[in-house]
């Protein structure tokens, strides 16, 4: 099959869980002369906002250059980008919970929503893993010959943002800040690995060119 409507769903899913990230931002009744303290009341919202703004453009930064790898898809191969699609539409949720869990300062509401969130970037790491071990497995899927090489330092960086956010998970029952750090590890981290994976997909196609 053809890749291009694959491409299409999945870029219409994003565009559209970008837009629904920013719908957070409800209007509150403004009293005349309390605009700061509402402004910074909402300072939780705007940075989770942000994260999960940075989190789920790079997962769609990730999937558009992979699929510069893919030649052609086929019927497990677009169940398992449903089921990545599926994952990444979870940040909205977790972000909710986490913004809700910030505001009111408790504690424990904290250390559950930290977890969560977690939970949806492990769930999103392992499905790119699955989908990078697909590919590996199908090589008449793959678009791009003679970056083994160069592939085989990146194929394991999902599972390691797995491991982050394991971390996190077991220090967020120690310490909500540790947590905090760990999880926004993650996400940066899953970032320089898009950067990776995308220096591999560009000089395969420089070679393709060639």
Known sequence: MPKDRINALSDGVFAILLTILILEFKPE????G???TVISKQGPL???YAMSYFYVGTSWLFHHDYFQY???TNRMLNILNLGLLFTVTLVNYAMVLLIEALTNGNARDIQVAFIIYDIVAMLISASFLVVYRFLERHVELRNLEGIEQHY???RMDPARSVGIYILSI????FSNTLAGILLVAGVVFHFIAYLRFSR????GVKKKAE
Do not use: D, E, G, Q
């Open 34 to 36: 309390s605009l700061a």
């Open 46 to 48: 705007f940075i989770m």
């Open 70 to 72: 893919v030649k052609k």
């Open 200 to 203: 591999v997909i560009h000089l």
């Open 170 to 173: 077991i220090a967020s029952f």
């Open 152 to 154: 085989n330092r990146i």
């Open 29 to 32: 009744t403004i009293r005349p």
